[in-house]
C-alpha cells in the first residue's frame, strides 16, 4: 500500500472530537495525517492555503462547512480534496462542498444518488469504532454503582426535530418499570421542558457527558444499550454510536435502520425493534435471559473489531480515491 501524507481539517478542540479517531485509523495503515483544527481563530481559509503550500500533501480529507467553500474550491490547485460528511441530514450549505471536492463521502448509504446528481464521484462510508480511545481500564466498585443500569442511553435529548423521539422512547421505558440511567448533556433548561427535568426522565439522568473509558464502562456494565438513529428510514444511516457501543461490548438494541442487516445482524449480533411496544417487549425479554444478551454482545464486538474499525474503514477510504481520481 502507498503511504499517503494528508491534512485533516476538522474541530479537534476536545478528546471526543471524531477527527482523532480518523487520525489514529490513517496512522495505523503509515499513512501521516498533519491535522488542521478550525477552531483556532479567525482568518482559517488563509491558514489553511500556507499549510498545503508548506506541506504539500497528497490530499486533504474536510468534514463540514470548517472552511469556506471558496477555501475549498480553491485548494484543489494544489491538491486533491476530500469531504466525508458524518451527518445524513443534507443542509442548505453542503450541496456546493460537495460541487467542489474531487471525491465526496456520506455515511448514508440512501443519500448517494442524490449526491452523485451533484458530483458523480459520490461514495458511501460508514463511520467506525476506534478501540484506542475507548479503553476501560479497572472497573471498579464505584464504577458498578455509577454506570450499571438495565437499560442505558448516551446522547442528547435536546430540542431540535430529531431528539424529540428519543424523550418519547426513553419515557415508555420508565412508564413499564424498567431501570433507566441516561447520559449525555443536560436537558435544556426551558418552559417547556421543567416537567421532564423533574419527572421520571430528568431523575434517570445519569449526571455528566460521557466520552472514552467512561462510556467504555457505561457499555460494558448496562444490561441492554438503547440507540436511536436520526434518520433510520434512510438506508445505512447508522450513527457511529453503534459502532462504539457494539465495539465496546454493549448489548445493543437500536430502532430499525434500513440496511443495518448489512453492517450487524439483528438476533445475532445486535437487536433492533420498529415500535416502541416491540422495544418494550424486547427490552423484558433480553432482560429475563443473561446468558444469550451477553452471547449477542460478544459476537457483535467481535464482529465490529473484525470488520468495522477505523483502521479497516480508512483503507476502504483510500482504496476508493485511488480508483475515483
Not at 424486547?282 to 470488520?307: H, P
Amino acid at each position: 500500500m502507498k503511504h499517503y501524507k494528508i491534512v485533516l481539517t476538522t474541530e479537534l478542540s476536545q478528546q471526543w472530537n471524531s477527527g482523532w479517531y480518523y487520525k489514529s485509523g490513517f496512522e495505523k495503515n503509515g499513512h501521516t495525517v498533519i491535522t488542521f483544527s478550525t477552531d483556532s481563530g479567525d482568518n482559517s481559509g488563509e491558514r489553511a492555503r500556507r499549510l498545503i503550500r508548506q506541506r504539500k500533501p497528497d490530499f486533504i480529507l474536510h468534514l463540514k462547512d470548517e472552511l469556506p467553500v471558496e477555501t475549498f474550491e480553491e485548494l484543489r490547485k494544489g491538491t486533491r480534496v476530500i469531504m466525508w460528511y458524518p451527518d445524513p441530514v443534507i443542509p442548505e450549505w453542503l450541496p456546493p462542498y460537495v460541487r467542489a471536492c474531487d471525491v465526496f463521502f456520506t455515511m448514508s448509504e440512501g443519500l448517494v444518488e442524490e449526491f452523485r446528481q451533484i458530483n458523480p464521484h459520490s461514495y458511501w462510508l460508514s463511520q467506525a469504532f476506534e478501540p484506542s480511545a475507548f479503553r476501560t481500564g479497572e472497573i471498579t466498585d464505584q464504577d458498578e454503582k455509577l454506570y450499571s443500569s438495565d437499560v442505558a442511553f448516551v446522547g442528547n435529548l435536546g430540542s431540535k426535530p430529531e431528539y424529540l423521539p428519543r424523550r418519547r422512547y426513553l419515557q415508555r421505558v420508565l412508564r413499564s418499570g424498567v431501570g433507566l440511567k441516561w447520559w449525555g448533556p443536560r436537558l435544556p433548561r426551558k418552559l417547556s421542558t421543567i416537567p421532564l427535568i423533574f419527572g421520571k426522565l430528568g431523575r434517570s439522568y445519569g449526571g455528566k457527558f460521557v466520552w472514552g473509558g467512561e462510556h467504555a464502562k457505561i457499555a460494558r456494565l448496562s444490561k441492554i444499550y438503547l440507540g436511536f438513529d436520526a434518520m433510520p428510514h434512510v438506508r445505512k444511516s447508522m450513527s457511529e454510536r453503534l459502532y462504539i457501543a457494539v465495539g465496546c461490548g454493549a448489548f445493543y438494541m437500536c430502532r430499525h435502520v434500513e440496511g443495518i442487516e448489512d453492517v450487524l445482524e439483528p438476533g445475532k449480533e445486535i437487536v433492533t425493534f420498529h415500535t416502541e411496544d416491540e422495544m418494550i417487549d424486547m427490552i423484558k425479554y433480553y432482560l429475563r435471559n443473561d446468558d444469550l444478551r451477553m452471547k449477542i454482545a460478544e459476537a457483535g464486538r467481535q464482529r465490529v473489531l473484525r470488520e468495522h474499525t477505523y483502521e479497516i474503514r480508512m483503507r476502504r477510504l483510500i482504496k476508493t480515491i485511488e480508483d475515483a481520481v
